[in-house]
């Protein structure tokens, strides 16, 4: 296939080695802000850019009838707006907040956790997530995904940085050089604590599986998610 990489930071770099390792090639790659790029080249575009970027890029593309995949966090408060454009246009689009096949199966143990031990209520939650200093958003996209599984399954309503209560989960979010993303849930009771980890090593899983949901998404029309790439 032919891609066109929207953002050409930490990951766009990693996904064009493993784009190149698995015989596509890379047609257009745009790293600023720059409205004048032709995204009809590519076969589908990959946006890891940046949160004030995500919803012009993913446009541009829908508008274009170009298939796109977006790993960019921080732009949510828009995802409904880009559904309809999607729906409107017959496009197609894939957001994950994570594309590991890791975090992936975590997002799913994390829901069966919180179904198992939300009747307890000796049990509160709370989550922790650390990432390199570069990052842009607080908490991040994954930790988002991860509250919004446990408000599925429990009797909490929301989550809010660094507080928490009765019905809001807390999640604190820590910036230390060079962490590549690691999350962590918690359920702690006067007595114990139950915790479930997803630590990344680097960031090749992320790559990896935006690379796949980009050959999976390649030839569909609509909106789609991890969970549809990987089939769980
Ligand atoms: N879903 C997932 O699995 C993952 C998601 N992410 C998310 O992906 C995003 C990118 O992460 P990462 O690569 O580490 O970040 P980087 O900061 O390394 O890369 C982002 C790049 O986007 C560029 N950029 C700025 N403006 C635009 C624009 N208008 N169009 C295209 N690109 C632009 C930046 O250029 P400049 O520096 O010159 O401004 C920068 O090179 C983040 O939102 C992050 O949270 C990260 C890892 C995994
Ligand atoms: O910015 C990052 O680096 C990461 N961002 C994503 C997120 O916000 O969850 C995914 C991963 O944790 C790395």
Request: aromatic content about 6%; some cysteine; hydrophobic content about 40%.
């Amino acid at each position: 296939m032919k891609i066109a990489l929207l953002g050409y930071g930490k990951m766009g770099k990693t996904i064009e080695k493993i784009a190149l390792e698995r015989g596509h090639s890379i047609v257009l790659k745009v790293d600023k802000e720059d409205t004048n790029y032709d995204i009809s080249v590519a076969d589908v575009a990959i946006d890891f850019s940046i949160p004030s970027a995500a919803v012009n890029n993913i446009t541009t593309c829908i508008n274009a009838g170009v298939p796109v995949v977006s790993g960019t966090t921080g732009w949510l408060d828009q995802y409904n707006d880009i559904l309809q454009l999607c729906k409107e246009k017959k496009g197609s689009f894939i957001y994950a907040s994570n594309f590991s096949l890791g975090v992936n199966l975590f997002f799913e143990l994390n829901k069966k956790l919180a179904q198992m031990i939300s009747p307890i209520k000796e049990y509160d939650v709370s989550m922790e997530e650390i990432h390199h200093t570069q990052k842009l958003d607080a908490p991040s996209g994954t930790a988002i995904t991860l509250a919004e599984g446990v408000i599925e399954h429990s009797a909490k309503t929301a989550w809010k940085l660094d507080e928490g209560d009765i019905n809001t989960i807390p999640i604190t979010a820590v910036r230390e050089a060079d962490v590549p993303g690691t999350h962590s849930i918690a359920y702690t009771s006067e007595v114990d604590t139950i915790e479930i980890k997803h630590t990344a090593h680097n960031r090749h899983g992320f790559a990896l599986g935006a690379v796949v949901a980009s050959e999976w998404l390649h030839g569909k029309t609509g909106v789609f998610s991890m969970k549809d790439v990987l089939g769980l």
